[in-house]
């Protein structure tokens, strides 16, 4: 084996060798050289990274990938590991560098955008820090574009976590330059291993965020800008006014990079357009270019829609804020916090997931809660766990690697509104799998008092568990479960939520016990009475309509008014549930031949009144309307009671049906629209209502709602039709 300073002095040698046919654009002779000089394998990896930094510096990319592979799969072992003084690799570390700047520099080709590099690329970059390894800062920014390439936000994240992580010091493996000399011996050229403050740069945090924004999740990519500190920044901001100002001004203050670095800045702007906060990256783009003397408007996206939408999400920011703030704080300080704090941190923790959510944006959510566990974990944490620290996210001080949940149960508040965040990104199977790990793991400790109390104080989190149980469509592990909560503890929800199971599952004798049970304990919610109506119209059960009134009786005295009231302002819902039949009886409609009638009236008068109040109109009483105007008299007389104010005299069809179509088109229906369309359209065709159909048509032209074409020449060839002649 050759003396070390001999290894290095070769190697040396045919890595300048390399550079200069690279700079002189001349690599394929590299390349030539090894495949006909069959001597060549006697020089094993530095003649392969030699070839690969001439194609890398002529930026021939493809040929990079293509010579380490070869590599890989070379049964010639000079040339398939890399050795010295007995330490054995797959590759030589300037081999697997260029490697991954070169998967990189392919993937922001605009021409050769190939997919599903950041798996392999993150899992190389760990082994070289599991290793101990070395590997440069453009072969870390290779990695993250791969990442970006694919869309790839969690490992992007990863990355991003290690390096604020990195201390050139203390860590085992090293960020170096990318000159040749640093990737030969580990004693020898290392001496300009970054630190802690110039590994991540805006370029860097700008290639995380866009990757984030990529995937959909902006959120995350303002957190990351929130939380990954400026430049030449290690500390956080001492200000204690989190309260005060705009979030564009709260991350220009966490951030003053975005003043001066363009994409940084683009990288902003895309995620706040992407939450539909316009006015915010308005807001920005302002303050920067106010900044700056000349304008950068050409330079910088700047969003199209400036319509505000999701204001959920500046509320989510301003929580998120105080969160932050809190847990640094917490880590900036030795003083135990008291357990009345904890509890109020849970608390806003749980708003925070819950406005998180209702943005669209639930893994920041979900990270910003991940945060504050540590940190109160932190503070809490024993002598011995220390050995097992590695940094938190996004270097919020340290936290353990496994943290144990007494945050999560810190609130009912705060493990329900966990459990739905890990609902709606995992499912309700890991949710539940979730939930039942650290249910068990807890529930002694909670119920050691009185099991009635802890029931109690945990009923939200039950009742969501009972609720993906019945989600999952285990009916009988849902109803095992229902039966394990106490009945004292019991909410309406929780009759609701298992009546709605039995619903699914067709049992309505069960529906019917569980109704019988809320109403023995005061817990009866509407839900639940319409749930039982629903079991009573399907079960062998004789005098179903006597024992629907009764429950109509109880829904009625729950909302505080009277039955007969009740029945008719929910007639369209008890329709759909109950068929026609029952809805009918319940009306007092017992004459067949009169129900087409009456209900025509009832559709009128629910339009009218709704409309007027400016709520939405049911979709059954529009088709109502339209599919019964044929059997209807026009400009109807007054009723036989001779009430002159009464709505029947005021009824006339045809502008009924004109209001409807209208309506149909603003707002759709869950059945067959077009079909619909036309058949109002043809009634009034039939009808010869020329006034109502201009009128109709004016409507359309001044509205500018898209109509089929046969509808508006129906319209219009009844509207300049001849009146018909009497006969």
Known sequence: MPHRNQAHHRFTDIMAAGSSLGRAGQQQACI?????????????????????????????????????????????????EWQWEGEYARSHPLCTDLLLRSVGMRVSDA??????????????????????????????????????????????????????????????????????????????????????????????????????????????????????????????????????GTMTEKLLAHQPS???????????????????????????YSKVESSHDENIEELVYLPENRKEINTSWREAYRHIE????????????????SKEYIYQLSLGTALMLKCSSESGQVNAGLQVANVMASSVQQNHKSAKSMKDKVKSFFGLDEAIVEPDSRFWFESDELLSATMSAHRMIYGVD???????????????????????????????????????????????????????????????????????????????????????????????????????????????????????????DEIAAIKGVKTGAWIVSNYWALKRLLGFHYARLLMWWNNPNETQRLEFRLASQHFTERKKLGLAIDSDALKCIIKLARDQQLNETPSENGNAGSLEEKVHPPSLVRQALLEILVCGTNDDESQLLLEGMSYLSRANAKAECLEFIENIESSGLKVDDQIIFMARTTAESEPAHEK
């Not at 082994?127 to 970006?148: D, K, W």
């Not at 363009?262 to 990256?281: E, F, K, M, P, W």
């Not at 969160?323 to 916090?337: D, G, K, P, S």
Request: with cysteine; proline share 1%; aromatic share 8%.
């Open 430 to 552: 890991d949710a539940l799998v979730w939930f039942f790990n650290e249910w068990n793991a807890k529930k002694s400790r909670l119920n050691e008092n009185a099991s009635d109390e802890a029931d109690r104080r945990w009923i939200k989190s039950m009742n969501l568990a009972l609720e993906m149980l019945v989600e999952q469509g285990d009916i009988d592990k849902a109803a095992a479960f229902f039966d394990g909560i106490n009945a004292p503890c019991r909410t309406p929800d929780t009759y609701s939520i298992m009546a709605n199971g039995y619903q699914r599952d067709r049992r309505w004798n069960d529906i019917t016990a569980c109704y019988n049970g809320a109403k023995k304990v005061g817990c009866l919610s509407e839900a639940l009475c319409l749930s039982a109506m629903k079991g009573i119209v399907q079960s062998e059960t004789s005098g179903k309509i006597k024992i629907l009134r009764s429950v109509a």
């Open 111 to 244: 021409d050769a955008k190939d997919q599903g590099f950041s798996e392999g690329s993150t899992l190389i970059f760990y082994q070289i820090i599991e290793n101990g390894g070395r590997i440069s800062l453009p072969a870390i920014r290779g990695v993250l574009r791969a990442c970006e390439n694919d869309a790839d936000y969690e490992r992007a994240i990863d990355v991003l976590q290690i390096l604020q992580g990195y201390s050139g010091r203390n860590s085992d493996w090293k960020i170096v330059g990318k000159s040749t000399e640093n990737f030969l011996y580990e004693s020898d050229y290392t001496t300009d291993s970054r630190s802690n403050r110039r590994v991540i740069d805006c370029n860097i945090l700008a290639t995380v965020m866009d990757t984030c924004s990529a995937a959909g999740e902006f959120g995350l990519a303002l957190l990351c800008l929130r939380m990954t500190y400026s430049v030449g920044t290690s500390q956080t901001l001492e200000s204690n006014n989190f309260e005060e």
């Open 32 to 80: 030539d050289y090894m495949s006909t000089n069959p001597n060549a394998s006697e020089l094993g990896q530095p003649l392969v990274a030699a070839m690969m930094n001439a194609c890398y510096i002529c930026e021939n990319y493809c040929s990079v990938l293509d010579l380490y592979y070869n590599m890989q799969h070379d049964s010639k072992s000079g040339r398939g």
């Open 258 to 284: 975005l003043y001066h670095n363009i994409r940084l800045l683009n990288s902003t702007l895309v995620a706040l357009q992407g939450l539909h906060c316009s006015q915010d990256a308005l807001n920005l």
């Open 322 to 337: 105080r969160l932050l703030f809190a847990a640094e704080t917490i880590n900036r300080t030795n003083h135990v916090i």
